[in-house]
């Protein structure tokens, strides 16, 4: 990958969020505002995202660069989760398999 435009991809990670916020949220009269994201289907519409987007990239164009960028993004989406979870989140969650 090449170097990283840290600014652009504050930018994009933030619209990312608000797209995701935006689609998620549910308005029922008289309850309040919500959103309810579906992490599955977030997550595998991303995973298209990321495959359209590697699919034009120099780093897909053999099976063994293809390989090599996923163990790399593997590692890379492991420190994240990790980092993620030490962190306090910053939404209450209802996902009672994640409550204490």
């Known amino acids: 990958m090449s170097e990283v435009d840290h600014a652009y991809q504050a930018r994009f990670t933030e619209a990312l969020m608000q ?5 998620s949220i549910v308005d029922e009269p008289g ?5 309810f994201v579906r992490s599955g289907e977030v997550i595998d519409a991303m995973l298209s995202m990321i495959a359209l987007l590697s699919s034009t990239s120099v780093e897909t164009k053999t099976p063994a660069k293809t390989r090599a960028l996923c163990d790399k993004l593997a590692r890379k ?11 306090p989140s910053p939404f209450e969650t209802i996902n009672s398999e994640l409550r204490s």
Do not use: C, K
């Not at 797209?19 to 689609?23: F, G, L, P, S």
């Not at 309850?31 to 959103?35: C, D, S, T, V």
């Not at 989406?77 to 962190?87: D, E, F, T, V």
């Open 77 to 87: 989406l492991q420190r994240l989760i990790a980092a993620a979870q030490r962190s």
């Open 31 to 35: 309850q309040p505002r919500a959103a």
């Open 19 to 23: 797209a995701i916020m935006t689609v």
